[in-house]
């Protein structure tokens, strides 16, 4: 498996790229003596311009390049615990689901349909304008508006792994059902939940980056979709305010994308020769 | 017939979806931190004491939650969503007024994000494996890993910044007196940035998907007994691969609009398109709950509303899912 991640060239750029951007976020303060809300030099210097300002200043004579280091902290942070929160709530729901079937499986699905209903941008709007933006707010609105998926992609899983050969020998063996579906189904279901987790990670980093655009970041984070919000109205006159963090979201989300892709093709090998034929 | 059930058990269904985003409007307004009554009103001082006061009569804020939940609920059902403090005016006429534009940014986006999708997925399947197909197999991981806002911001630096070929702002010329088709071509001008923008995301999602499952279908048996006929090429591809590879992207596409709609809020935000997107995002810096929850309700309606076309389109695509019914 291992060996086919490696040869795919466009999962180890993602690879490559991913980790430039965690290690820009961990030493961020390392690489950068001023913090990014500190005025260091007249406001509206264009990049270039400055050797010790290489991306130059925004509205307020910060400093963007360590703006936009101290952003990926936000985008990498959120983008990960509301994933793992997601998670949390479509592994167990979709597990039960398709394990249990009848009116469990109802139920949950019929809920599972509402909340993929919803817009789910305009519900982590409502969730985020309503509960105060903070961080918290944030990671568990975007955990709210993606979990559905899970649930669907978990409860298909299990409902084809839980009609195999090795599920009637445990019950035979005298194993009790929860013992069953979480030592014995749940493992065999760990591939594709991995791949739509790596998806996932990308889509929550593009959906907080619209949150902080639209004003709903949390005040006391820099992150990447606040600046480009806050250079909105100044695009005529400072394009590198908006383009740079722009680049910087490309970049992250395509990376993840990239590896979310060749992790799906190691781990279902099948289904990437198809696709490729 | 068959159809004519299946809409009106849709119908019913939509119903039922719609009370539901009420009651969650409602335990989210008592959700919301501070008194319900301010936070109805609006904050930042938009409303005095005896106003508040107005209002938790009007909405029997001392009676017990489930009979404002009753209220509130017959109020949905009349079409009241409330009264907005800030912009002075209920919040219905407010999104009334705004709603066509949103329907129409929306409606062509998704119509140019389907066919130039599916156009683009066949091209790209069809010479699988050739430069021209990597190629737009790479700009459409490039457009999907792009956020809608920024693209939008950089069409407007480039096409009207820069080149000034297409106007980057607003609905039509501020202060033309045209009329008829004068004022059709402005506002389709004004149009082309925003659809476009709103429409290259689901283009890309649209091209992969198609891509991946024309793909798929041809190496059906089906296909091999065409090729066996002596059938062309592209006969082939549009006749018996493009007709059962549509399917999973019609699927897709109603699952998607949710996304446009919200979508919606982003591109019009940037383009100062006066939809309710906008309206959104200008009630938020005023903390109008009222406007927010109302256009929350409103673009869950709207998703409904495409789910039930692309039910319907489904039907006719596929025959096989009437029959079955």
């Known amino acids: 498996m291992w060996k086919r991640f490696r040869t795919n060239i466009g999962a180890m750029v993602g690879v490559v790229l991913l980790i430039a951007v965690i290690l820009i976020a961990i030493f961020a303060p390392l690489i950068f003596a001023n913090t990014p809300w500190q005025m260091v030099q007249r406001p509206f210097l264009a990049p270039f311009a400055m050797e010790s300002l290489p991306l130059g200043t925004d509205t307020l004579g910060r400093d963007v390049a360590a703006q936009l280091a101290y ?17 949390l709530i479509g592994v167990p729901l979709g597990a039960l689901a398709g394990f249990y079937g009848g009116y469990v499986d109802e139920g949950a699905m019929r809920f599972t349909e509402f909340f993929q209903t919803i817009p789910n941008f305009a519900l982590a709007i409502v969730l985020v304008a309503i509960f105060e933006p903070t961080l918290a707010s944030i990671t568990l609105a975007i955990a709210i508006v993606s979990w559905p998926p899970v649930a669907r992609l978990v409860r298909a899983e299990v409902m084809s792994v839980r009609k195999r050969e090795f599920v009637d020998a445990a019950t035979l ?36 980056s619209s949150l902080s655009f639209l004003g709903l970041g949390d005040p006391n ?28 979201i490309v970049i992250t989300v395509l990376a993840l994308n990239l590896i979310g892709e060749g992790l799906n093709d190691a781990l279902n090998p099948h289904l990437s020769r198809k696709g490729k034929a | ?83 907005s403090f800030r912009q002075s005016a209920p919040v219905i006429d407010l999104i009334a007024e705004r709603l066509p534009a949103t329907l129409l940014l929306t409606l062509t986006a998704f119509v140019i994000s389907l066919t130039c999708g599916i156009a683009l997925g066949v091209a790209a399947a069809a010479r699988v494996g050739k430069v021209s197909d990597s190629l737009l197999t790479t700009l459409a991981l490039l457009f ?13 630096l480039v096409f009207s910044v820069w080149l000034g070929w297409l106007p980057g702002f607003g609905y039509e010329t501020v202060g033309s007196d045209f009329s008829g088709l004068a004022r059709a071509l402005d506002i389709l ?13 689901f283009m890309a999602v649209y091209m992969r998907m198609t891509r991946a499952s024309m793909l798929e279908v041809s190496t059906a048996d089906f296909v091999k007994t065409a090729k066996a006929k002596g059938l062309s090429g592209p006969v ?8 059962n590879a549509i399917l999973p992207v019609v699927t897709l596409a109603g699952l998607q609009a949710g996304q446009l709609v919200g979508g919606a809020v982003l ?47 489904y039907r006719i695509v596929d025959p096989r899912i009437g029959a079955r019914a």
């Open chain 1, 71 to 87: 952003g990926a902290r936000v985008s990498l942070l959120v983008g990960l615990v509301s994933t793992l929160v997601a998670l």
């Open chain 1, 173 to 208: 063996a005298g194993l009790s059902k929860p013992r069953i579906l979480v030592r014995q189904v749940l493992p065999n279901t760990v591939s594709p939940i991995i791949v739509m987790a790596s998806l996932m990670v990308a889509t929550a980093i593009l959906l907080e």
């Open chain 1, 221 to 248: 984070a820099m992150s990447w979709g606040y600046m480009i919000g806050a250079a909105r109205t100044v695009i005529r006159s400072a394009w590198w305010l908006s383009f740079f963090p722009g680049i910087a």
């Open chain 2, 1 to 83: 017939m068959t159809i004519l059930i299946a809409i009106l058990s849709r119908l019913a269904k939509a119903a039922l979806t719609l009370l539901a985003i009420a009651v969650l409007n409602f335990c989210l307004l008592h959700a919301a931190p501070g008194d319900p009554a301010v936070v109805l009103a609006g904050e930042a001082g938009a409303a005095d004491e005896q106003m508040i006061a107005q209002l938790r009569e009007r909405f029997g804020l001392d009676q017990p939650l489930y009979v404002q939940l009753g209220k509130y609920i017959a109020g949905i059902v009349q079409l009241d969503l409330g009264y």
């Open chain 2, 144 to 156: 999907y890993a792009t956020p809608l806002y920024w693209l939008a911001l950089m069409a407007v």
């Open chain 2, 189 to 201: 001008k004004h149009l082309i940035l925003p659809a476009l923008t709103l429409g290259l995301f």
């Open chain 2, 236 to 243: 082939i591809r549009r006749r018996h691969i493009l007709r």
């Open chain 2, 267 to 313: 591109t019009e935000t940037v383009f100062a398109w006066p939809g309710i997107g906008r309206l959104m995002f200008e009630s938020l810096a005023a903390r109008d709950y009222n406007t927010i929850l109302g256009v929350f309700l409103v673009s869950a309606a709207m998703v409904i509303l495409f789910n039930i076309v692309t039910d319907i389109v």
